[in-house]
């Protein structure tokens, strides 16, 4: 299965406790269809000291996110869209708005 959504792309999230946020994706977990975004639904973690963390305690890192629950932003709308795909004259694929018909994929 592939997603709308890929590494880089800045999104809103529409559900949970952190509705409304906006963040940059900084991983896609395809097996779990999940995502990380940075800085947004940090959890704790005990981790034991090792030789590259000798004091060991608790760290706080990013937890994972359904796919379902963010949305692309638009650079045009400046929010949350739903959006299509659309194959250009040179036989590229790029997503397309679907609100106000901007390319979101630059290049």
Do not use: A, F, W
């Amino acid at each position: 299965m592939s997603l709308s959504i890929k590494k880089g792309d800045m999104v809103e999230i529409r559900s949970g406790k952190h509705r409304g946020k906006t963040g940059k994706i900084l991983k896609v977990l395809c097996e779990e269809n999940s995502v990380l975004i940075e800085k947004l639904n940090l959890v704790k973690r005990h981790s034991r000291p090792t030789k590259s963390l000798p004091q060991g305690g608790i760290v706080e890192k990013e937890g994972s996110i359904h796919y379902s629950n963010v949305l692309l932003l638009c650079p045009k709308c400046k929010r949350g869209v739903r959006t299509t795909s659309k194959i250009l004259g040179d036989g590229s694929k790029v997503r397309v708005c679907r609100k106000c018909k901007e390319l979101i994929d630059k290049g």
